[in-house]
Every structure is written in structure tokens, then in C-alpha cells.
């Protein structure tokens, strides 16, 4: 059965410093990766995706994310960190035809200090 | 801006009465929406597939009796918790499949329901 952990549940971190946030996941097959930002008031937004080839991509606002196989993980990074960042992220694994049944993890809240 | 919307944003009802949220996709149409659950602290959990024209396929364990969707034009779903109860009382948000792409969704802000 699919099923995505997020062992972080809460992190702060001070402005201009550098972030992972953690994700494994469980799926049987190739997977779809995802990581999506949520904003209070605001829907979920992709950051970015995994679908195949390079194990590193890069998403929106500066994040990257690192597809590793061997350790079923999905770990996303941030060089410098923003106020702006504070939010709660979530990782995601699609299934399914067309990968459109999405299992999110329990999500890890960025809390931020100056 | 917003590519998909919920209305409403956030609904207080009295137990037993029944509640109707929508989801509209904005500037596309949208043959297929989500709707999905979501506790404190907690993930989101897809609920079902509304499918426009036809009905709903739900997942395991959602009760469809209780969480009515309709799907009546390309761009409004719309699901009902019927008779609801303190227990029903969570997150609810909707999505659906971001055109021209495979397997990205647009996501709605979501909907606060709290049932007294």
C-alpha cells in the first residue's frame, strides 16, 4: 500500500539558514513525487514534482528536492530560508491511473525567526 | 491568483442539518474534481472523484450517503455532508487535474466546516 511519512511535524528555523525537510514514502512501483507549500487561507501550491530522469529538481521560490530510490526518499532543501517560507509543506506520492490519487504525508510546519 | 475556488470558506451548523460546499474551477473546465479531508494535524485524505455527468466514485470507508457530491457542469462540484455531526466537523478541499498537465492538481483554499 502507498503511504508517505513526514518524520518532522514541527521545525524552525532562523532566517538565511539552510533547510531539509524530510519525506519517505511506500509505493510499489515508480513513483510520482510531489511537494506542495499550504498557506493559511490558501490552497495547496506545487512546489515541484518528480516524475523521472534527473533525481534532483528544482522548484519554485528555490527549493530543490532529491529523489533517492535506495532510501525511498524524497527530502526537499532550501539553501537560504525566507520569512516568507513559514508554512506547512507536504509531501505526496500519486497513484493510481494517472497518478491522480495523490497520498499526502502528515505534513511538517516551517516556523521562521528573524 | 486562485485557479480553483471554494465557497464557503467557513460554515458553522448545527448538528443535523445538512451543509453544501462548492468547488469551482476557474478559467478551465474540469471533467474530473477531488475532494478531500483534512484533520488536525493531520494529511489530506481523498475522499472521492467527482465525475462530471455521472456519479462520484468513493473511496473506501467514505460513507456516500453522507457526503453527496454533485457534479453538474464542467466547472462546479459540489459535496453535501448531509445530517452532519460534531465528527464531520474538518477541513474539506477540492481539487482538480491542472489541464495539459499528467498528474498535477489545482488546489481550492479549502473549507472549514465545524458542526455544534
Known amino acids: 500500500a502507498q503511504s508517505v511519512t513526514q518524520p518532522d511535524i514541527h521545525i524552525t528555523v532562523s532566517e538565511g539558514a539552510s533547510l531539509e525537510l524530510r519525506c519517505n514514502y511506500s509505493y510499489g512501483a515508480t513513483p510520482y513525487l510531489f511537494w506542495y507549500v499550504q498557506s493559511p487561507g490558501q490552497g495547496l501550491q506545487l512546489l515541484l514534482k518528480?516524475?523521472?530522469?534527473?533525481?534532483l529538481v528544482q522548484g519554485i521560490k528555490g527549493f530543490e528536492a532529491e529523489f533517492k530510490r535506495s532510501q525511498s526518499s524524497f527530502n526537499l532543501r532550501k539553501p537560504s530560508v525566507h520569512w516568507s517560507d513559514a508554512a506547512e509543506y507536504f509531501c505526496?506520492?500519486?497513484?493510481?491511473?494517472?497518478?491522480?490519487?495523490?497520498?499526502f504525508g502528515t505534513g511538517t510546519r516551517l516556523t521562521v525567526i528573524p | 491568483g486562485a485557479v480553483v475556488s471554494q465557497h464557503p470558506s467557513w460554515v458553522i451548523c448545527k448538528s443535523g442539518t445538512s451543509v453544501k460546499i462548492e468547488c469551482r474551477s476557474l478559467d478551465f473546465q474540469a471533467t474530473t474534481m477531488f475532494w478531500y479531508r483534512q484533520f488536525p494535524k493531520q494529511s489530506l485524505m481523498l475522499m472521492a472523484t467527482s465525475n462530471e455527468g455521472s456519479k462520484a466514485t468513493y473511496e473506501q470507508g467514505v460513507e456516500k450517503d453522507k457526503f453527496l457530491i454533485n457534479h453538474a457542469s464542467l466547472t462546479l462540484s459540489t459535496l453535501t455532508v448531509t445530517s452532519a455531526h460534531p465528527e464531520d466537523s474538518s477541513f474539506y478541499i477540492c481539487s482538480a487535474p491542472v489541464p495539459g498537465r499528467l498528474v498535477e492538481q489545482y488546489f481550492g483554499p479549502g473549507t472549514r466546516l465545524t458542526v455544534t
Open positions: 518528480y516524475f523521472s530522469g534527473d533525481t
Open positions: 505526496a506520492v500519486g497513484a493510481g491511473t494517472g497518478a491522480n490519487n495523490l497520498f
